[in-house]
Nanobody
């Protein structure tokens, strides 16, 4: 399984970005997917997750109401729409695949994409 994250960049506070994660393999819909992020000097933290069917999502309190996770099981992609971005959202964002349709552990990881929010 290979995961390729993209869509990061530099944006002003209050702006928006859309991250994408493309997955290889033919059983994409069988596995939950997740976004984590890691800011400089901080531990990696959970951002959002989505079940295999896309029917259930979960968000960290810090992004709830601003970020939306989604997936396209035909195209084998997952997205993270990030609105009302804050400086605190600056981090490297990683996508990962779970071991089941509903969650982790997350044992396949993409390479990360940098998001920088200027205040």
């Amino acid at each position: 399984v290979q995961l390729q994250a993209s869509g990061g960049g530099l944006v002003q506070a209050g702006g928006s970005l859309r991250l994408s994660c493309a997955a290889s393999g033919r059983t994409f819909s069988s596995y939950a997917m997740v976004w984590f992020r890691q800011a400089p000097g901080k531990e990696r933290e959970f951002v959002a997750s989505i079940t295999g069917s896309g029917g259930s999502t979960s968000y960290a309190d810090s992004v709830k109401g601003r970020f939306t996770i989604s997936r396209d099981n035909v195209k084998n992609t997952m997205s993270l729409q990030m609105n009302s971005l804050k400086a605190d959202d600056t981090a490297v964002y990683y996508c990962a695949r779970g071991q089941s349709w509903y969650g982790g552990p997350y044992n396949y990881w993409g390479q990360g994409t940098q998001v920088t929010v200027s205040s």
